[in-house]
Nanobody, 121 residues
Framework: QVQLVESGGGLVQAGGALRLSCAAS????????MGWFRQAPGKEREFVAS????????NYVDSVKGRFTISRDNAKNTVYLQMNSLKPEDTAVYYC??????????????WGQGTQVTVSS
């Protein structure tokens, strides 16, 4: 089973930027599409972005297109999410997971602790 550890969250003002990291261990992620998901208070967890194994394809939820960029470094077994022009509605706990292409989490037993992103207005 893969272990996923998210980091890089924090408190930022609207318009600011953060870069999230997801470090995987226990299994190489190079054979898996990977994705980011988020859960805001009182809401269901939702898909944010996904990236194919060789980074040739990416998907984004409409609300983050043009602001967020997903990337991966298979040699480091790590996935990233660069978040620019942050908005208060981006406030949530962010998680990564392997993806059933293009938007569904693959392994519900592998959710990590997540990383909190809070955007103040």
């Amino acid at each position: 089973q893969v272990q996923l550890v998210e980091s890089g969250g924090g408190l930022v003002q609207a318009g600011g930027a953060l870069r999230l990291s997801c470090a995987a261990s226990g299994r190489a992620i190079s054979n898996y599409a990977m994705g980011w998901f988020r859960q805001a208070p009182g809401k269901e967890r939702e898909f944010v972005a996904s990236i194919s194994t060789a980074s040739s394809n990416r998907n984004y939820v409409d609300s983050v297109k043009g602001r967020f960029t997903i990337s991966r470094d298979n040699a480091k077994n790590t996935v990233y999410l660069q978040m620019n022009s942050l908005k208060p509605e981006d406030t949530a706990v962010y998680y990564c997971n392997m993806v059933l292409w293009p938007t569904q989490p693959r392994d519900h037993d592998s959710w990590g602790q997540g990383t909190q992103v809070t955007v103040s207005s």
